[in-house]
């Protein structure tokens, strides 16, 4: 089972700011199936990044993904009030398909 | 546009079978692609379940193996999961998506409290 690392578990943040995520796998992720979601409070996931940097259908161009390998980020550029929430990332290249714990975005 | 609704008892007893199902709107999961379940317990992170093909093949987290079942009915449009010997460690919000290239599209979730 790949085990994903994410990093830092929760950032503090004011608008405007330009945020990095890490996410690390414990093996290498086949084909960079690595995708990444924004979760708000009692509401379902929203895939943002898929194939570690392909941006999901209505995905604002101020998330970004990168990464190959074992080591991938999340950049979201200037942050909006609406982006304060939890990020995962998901590995969809080996079964089990296995999410990071999740990072916290919070307003500074 | 693509919905998924998830249905099922929000209450199941420990040691019974949980059962959900899921409803498609605006695509035939005949069609292709993917369809799983992940939960997530309160307060805590996202969990895959296991994924089903239209064919009905499907694949299982090794963790709940022993206890799921997953089936596809394209003659009403669902997808379903059994979860069977239910514990208190079950209780979580459970969603259905499907997979296209990750998660692409999920349903609003469903709360299950496994409870006596």
């Known amino acids: 089972e790949i085990v994903l690392t994410q990093s830092p578990g929760t950032l503090s943040l004011s608008p405007g700011e330009r945020n990095t995520l890490s996410c690390r796998a414990s093996?290498?992720?086949?084909?960079?199936?690595l995708a990444w979601y924004q979760q708000k409070a009692g509401q379902a996931p929203r895939l943002l990044i898929y194939g570690a940097s392909s941006r999901a259908t209505g995905i604002p161009d101020r998330f970004s993904g990168s990464g190959s390998g074992t080591d991938f980020t999340l950049t979201i550029s200037r942050l909006e009030p609406e982006d304060f929430a939890v990020y995962y990332c998901q590995q969809y290249g080996s079964s089990p398909w296995t999410f990071g714990q999740g990072t916290k975005v919070e307003i500074k | 546009q693509v919905q998924l609704q998830e249905s099922g008892p929000g209450l199941v007893k420990p040691s019974e079978t949980l059962s959900l199902t899921c409803s498609v709107s605006?695509?035939?999961?005949?069609?292709?692609?993917?369809w799983g379940w992940i939960r997530q317990p309160p307060g805590e992170g996202l969990e895959w379940i296991g994924s089903i093909y239209r064919s009905g093949s499907a694949n299982y987290n090794p963790s709940l193996k022993s206890r799921v079942t997953m089936s596809v009915d394209t003659s009403k449009n669902q997808f379903s999961l059994n979860l069977s010997s239910v514990t208190a460690a079950d209780t979580a919000v459970y969603y259905c998506a499907r997979k296209v290239h990750g998660f692409d599209i999920w349903g609003q979730g469903t709360m299950v409290t496994v409870s006596s």
């Open positions: 605006g695509y035939f999961i005949s069609s292709a692609y993917y």
């Open positions: 093996q290498s992720i086949s084909n960079n199936q």
